[in-house]
């Protein structure tokens, strides 16, 4: 364990790095109006949307989650992690772009289900969008917390609230656009650690130690670990994880605001499906694999388990960090990764929210309010919403990351299907949208409470929360006479000032 | 079962994939910035 003063340094130190740089963001590019804050004025290209992209969606769970589904399923661990996180996004992309195709001056998608629901589902969808904000920056705070306290031996909760106070005070004051600049240099600080720290583990522990330990893992039945299909990349177990994973993070990608931002925010369509898939699989992908092989797989291949070298399977990566790097460098290179992924995804989850308040919330209880009102409300309610999940973050203490991220698939996956099938085809009414979120929670929460076997429980749970909403609104909905026509969207006039080219859509 | 050889030349080709995604996003992203702080 690193001393408790290199874990202040790091705190503090990126505390004024990063609040100084929103300060210097929004003196150079001083805020022109709402949609400039919100959307960075709707005008960031590719490249800097893409590393902004792939950096938040590499949480203290996409390294520290993956290298404990290292340790559970062996090679195949990472693997599923990664696909299962990914394919979401693959839903996110078209949808997006069919978005600012139909309603090219939408900002929020909850402004899209206003006009395309009505303001009962729009509502709805609202405390979803923030439900997601409140639990992914909670997460956050949660994994940042526990690596400082293991890393550093720093109060918990100084881990976990620090950090999100400084992700709060920088959207604040720099809105999305300040939060993509930080996010920008956190991008490179983290690929380049782990680009210098991948091939050194890998020298440092051996590759053959590794094959040679994961082959004990398979075979023998007394080793701590034992797992058939730890050298496998087909096992069910790991297919099933996979899968889980895809539904968990459908929800916390389709109904997360901040990724809608970033979205609107790049200059153009094409430069959007460039941007998100470039930085999708080319940047993020790897990223959950590698953890999961090179933290996961060789603690389980050195004999490691719980109980035995380390207390959590959570604690793989850090471990491996401290034992190929010694305890000072290695805890404080990993720390910096996961503050990093911490405070970048915390930061996407709040700009987002800033969004929904600023030009959802807040028009809607003071419809005369003027653009600098909403600005002003904007920037205050996102540290009021830093200070409820940094709390929230502190009570959540000693809880599993990845028990929180599977059952919360089955509560943000059930809106999904509305959203989805609202967005491409007519015939989904208001109505069914609200009986088929219902049916998937009520559907999800009931088989995950009735399996006995937690694995399975959770896995049908999941399921269903997704599914079912797909099959209440296809019969709810393939023999009504409602339809909604789509061309009104076009002309959609939001209440703040947005300058775009419709040609450019 | 995965030999030893397919587990060494999966970790380099991940190794490899974030080499070649990182460059990918890094250096036009570098650009952008750069013409962004002279263009203001």
Redesign the interface.
């Known amino acids: 364990m690193a001393s408790s003063a290199l874990g202040y340094v790091v705190l503090i130190g990126f505390a004024f790095v990063f609040i100084g740089i929103s300060f210097a963001v929004s003196k ?2 001083p805020s022109e109006g709402v949609d400039d804050f919100v959307v960075a004025g709707r005008g960031i ?4 949307i ?2 902004s992209v ?1 950096i938040s969606w590499v949480w203290t769970t996409t390294i520290m989650g993956a290298a404990e589904a290292g340790t559970w399923y062996g ?1 195949s661990g990472g693997f599923n992690y990664m696909w299962g996180a990914a394919l979401p996004f693959f839903f996110f992309i078209p949808l997006v772009l069919h978005l600012r195709k139909i309603m090219p001056k939408c900002t929020t998608f909850t402004e899209f289900i206003r006009e395309r629901f009505g303001k009962t589902v729009s509502t709805i969808f609202f405390v979803f969008g923030i439900a997601v904000v409140l639990y992914v920056v909670t997460e956050q705070g949660v994994g940042i917390g526990i690596v400082f306290n293991s890393m550093f031996h720093i109060p918990y909760w100084v881990g976990a609230v620090i950090p999100i106070m400084i992700v709060a005070l920088y959207i604040s004051r720099a809105g999305l656009r300040g939060s993509i600049f930080n996010d ?1 240099i956190q ?2 600080i983290v ?1 380049i650690i ?2 210098i720290a ?2 050194i583990i ?1 020298k440092t522990i051996g ?2 130690t ?2 040679d330990g ?1 082959m004990d893992v ?1 075979n023998n039945k007394n080793n701590p670990n034992y797992n058939p299909e730890a ?3 087909t096992s069910v177990a790991g297919l099933k994880y996979g899968l889980i994973a895809a539904i968990v993070a459908m929800g916390q990608v389709l109904l997360d605001q901040g990724y809608y931002s970033k979205a609107i925010a790049t200059t153009s369509r094409k430069d959007l499906m460039k941007a998100y898939i ?2 999708t ?7 959950p ?2 953890s999961g ?2 933290f996961g797989t060789s603690l389980i291949a050195l004999g490691i388990g719980e109980g035995n070298g380390v207390s959590s399977l959570s604690e793989a990566a850090p471990y491996i960090m401290d034992m190929v790097f010694g305890t000072g460098i290695g805890s404080l290179l990993f720390a910096l990764m996961a503050f990093m992924a911490g405070m970048t995804t915390g930061g996407n989850g709040l700009a987002g929210a800033q969004a929904l308040f600023t030009v959802d919330f807040y028009k809607r209880i003071r419809p005369q309010a003027t653009e600098r009102e909403q600005l002003s409300f904007g920037k205050k309610i996102v540290i009021l919403i830093g200070a409820v999940v940094a709390v929230v973050a502190v009570l959540l203490e000693g809880v599993s990351l990845l028990k929180i991220d599977i059952f919360s698939g089955i509560l943000f996956a059930a809106p999904t299907a509305s959203f989805f099938c609202g967005l491409l085809w007519k015939k989904t009414s208001p109505k069914v949208a609200v009986i088929s979120m219902v049916a998937g929670l009520a559907g999800g929460l009931i088989t995950f409470f009735m399996i006995e076997d937690q694995n399975n429980a959770q896995f049908f749970g999941n399921l269903v929360a997704l599914v079912l909403p797909y099959i209440v609104i296809f019969f709810g909905s393939v023999f009504s006479k409602y339809e909604f026509d789509f061309n009104k969207l076009k002309n959609y006039e939001p209440a703040q000032k947005v300058n775009i080219t419709l040609e450019e859509e | 079962m995965m030999s030893e050889t397919a587990l060494k030349i999966f970790y380099w080709a991940c190794y490899g994939w974030i080499c070649v995604g990182f460059l990918t996003i890094a250096i036009p992203a570098l650009k952008e910035i750069y013409n962004m702080f002279r263009k203001r």
């Open positions: 150079k590019f290209p590719f490249g800097i893409s590393a792939m090679v920008v991008f490179f690929c782990f680009i991948v091939p890998l590759l053959d590794i094959y994961l398979a050298l496998s990349m470039i930085g699989v080319l940047g993020w992908a790897p990223v694999i590698l092989n090179v």
